[in-house]
T-cell receptor, first 110, second 112 residues
């Protein structure tokens, strides 16, 4: 089966660092993706990991451990505009389907 | 931003009526997808297309049909809308299989 878990909500302070975790159990794996989604808007692509390790992209970093079925998204120097939902998604072996987690709603407080 | 346009953006319809949502892309991408997003469920795949006239079912395809007669257009039809199909529908595209997918702005559908 397919199962992806993320915390439902998180709160952090402007300027701080926050880590959003994602654990997955899927029948196949061919990459893990993170998307950002502001309320009432479309998801937008943030990062992608297919091999174990850390991928850094400006204030955002994503980490993957395939053996543990675990990933995290690290957001540094938080800004108010980072208040959004963050979606973790696993691409299956054939690449045709992305299975999405329920999303983590992040609130950044002043 | 990927050139993806969904129409209509908002629609209210009555139970039992047919509804068609349209997704139009200007990127000439081969793969197109329809997802629905509901609280607590995340994004779930309804149908996808891997070329003109080539489509396949996703996780939640019951009550939905799709058609793709041109590369740029992917239509989602609710044959007889039910209240359980009240949702936000997102179209997505990808250039090739396995590539990152990019989403349209979404279509908010309410079935009363």
């Amino acid at each position: 089966g397919q199962n992806i878990d993320q915390p439902t909500e998180m709160t952090a302070t402007e300027g701080a660092i926050v880590q959003i975790n994602c654990t997955y159990q899927t029948s196949g794996f061919n990459g893990l993706f993170w998307y950002q989604q502001h309320a009432g808007e479309a998801p937008t692509f943030l990062s992608y990991n297919v091999l174990d390790g850390l991928e850094e992209k400006g204030r955002f970093s994503s980490f993957l451990s395939r053996s543990k079925g675990y990933s995290y998204l690290l957001l540094k120097e938080l800004q108010m505009k980072d208040s959004a939902s963050y979606l973790c998604a696993v691409r299956d072996n054939y690449g045709q389907n992305f299975v999405f987690g329920p999303g983590t709603r992040l609130s950044v407080l002043p | 931003d990927a050139g993806i346009t969904q129409s209509p953006r908002h629609k209210v319809t009555e139970t039992g009526t047919p509804v068609t949502l349209r997704c139009h892309q200007t990127e000439n991408h081969r793969y197109m997808y329809w997802y629905r997003q509901d609280p607590g469920h995340g994004l779930r795949l309804i149908h996808y297309s891997y070329g003109v006239k080539d489509t396949d079912k996703g996780e939640v395809s019951d009550g939905y049909s799709v058609s793709r007669s041109k590369t740029e257009d992917f239509l989602l039809t609710l044959e007889s809308a039910t209240s359980s199909q009240t949702s936000v529908y997102f179209c997505a595209i990808s250039e090739e299989i396995g590539n990152t997918i990019y989403f349209g702005e979404g279509s908010w559908l309410t079935v009363v």
